[in-house]
């Protein structure tokens, strides 16, 4: 790497509250030459909340192949350049993971200027007991395919499943969810982080769903949904295998035969199972 090359800084930016800004951001935005945000209006109200005057170039999903290399150019003219996106961290489910990974190949000093994370700061409140979560981003926009990416995720029983929405398709995603998961698996949705309106609701999906259609001003903002793992145990005395086993089958199969199917492949009380296949059945 040559001695008089630039630097890239990938900053992260408030989520909603124009205070939740390090100072060290500050110091950043001050300092380099050009600031490439995905939004140069949304960027310009935040640079003049904190009085910055830095020169602005645009950097988003549609023109990332050109401001690579303008990027690039100006780098190697000993230039700074800070990248930001909307809100958030950049790179995460948002543009510039281009940017940074041709930076790095080309032999650029990459520097992170941590920050907000809108699945971090929902996991952070939620209340989830869980040592493990994978976090997805935005499903697919369409519900076949959206239905099948949340069915390839099915086997993720013991971390806490993370994926953004937007407020146009939350009710779709929600009904989706029930279909792969089932009315009982149990959602924290979390809504305008930071924002006047925040808002964290915890139930299962059916009641979930319910409870956005009942009320339309819930469906409005930014989603964040975390499925925290299945339970052990629930409340007839099933191991999370043998729920998620029950589920498949009714899915199929008349309640009773899924019942004596699923109690050869799980070795757990008919009883039990019965009682379980015959709450999901009346919800």
């Known amino acids: 790497m040559q001695q008089n090359n630039g630097t890239l800084y990938v900053v992260a930016t408030p989520i ?4 939740d800004i390090s100072l060290r951001a500050l110091d950043i935005f001050a300092l380099v030459d050009r600031i490439a945000a995905e939004h140069a209006d949304l960027t310009r109200h935040l640079l003049s909340h904190h009085g910055i005057k830095t020169p602005l170039m645009t950097l ?18 000993n230039q700074d350049v800070a990248l930001v996106t909307d809100a958030g961290t950049p790179c995460i489910s ?4 281009m940017l940074v990974h041709a930076m790095r190949a080309l032999g650029h000093k990459v520097v992170p200027i941590p920050g907000a994370n809108a699945a971090i700061c929902a ?4 209340g989830i007991r869980s040592t493990s979560f994978f976090f997805y981003g ?11 990416c949340l069915a390839s995720l ?10 953004y929405e ?6 779709d995603c929600i009904n989706d969810m029930i279909a792969v998961f089932g009315v009982h698996r149990q959602i924290t949705l979390a809504r305008e ?7 964290f609701h915890t139930d299962n999906l059916g009641n979930t769903l319910q409870w956005l259609l009942a009320d339309e001003n819930q469906q409005k903002g930014e989603f964040v949904l975390l499925l925290p793992p299945f339970l052990e145990e629930n409340e007839h005395g099933l191991s999370r295998d043998a729920q998620h086993t029950v589920q498949v089958l009714m899915k199929e199969l008349p309640l009773k035969q899924a019942v004596q199917l699923a109690v050869s492949i799980t070795g757990e009380k008919k009883k039990s199972l019965y009682a379980y296949a015959l709450s999901i059945k009346n919800d």
């Open 193 to 199: 982080l930071t924002k006047v309106f925040e808002t």
């Open 94 to 97: 948002d543009p510039g993971a």
């Open 16 to 19: 909603g509250n124009l205070r």
């Open 60 to 77: 988003h999903q549609h023109n990332e192949h050109l401001a690579v290399e303008k990027i690039a150019n100006l780098l190697a003219n």
């Open 166 to 171: 937007a407020p146009h398709r939350i009710v």
């Open 154 to 163: 099915t086997q993720l029983l013991s971390c806490t499943l993370i994926f």
């Open 123 to 126: 996991l952070s409140a939620s």
């Open 138 to 148: 935005f499903l697919p926009v369409k519900s076949g395919e959206r239905q099948r």
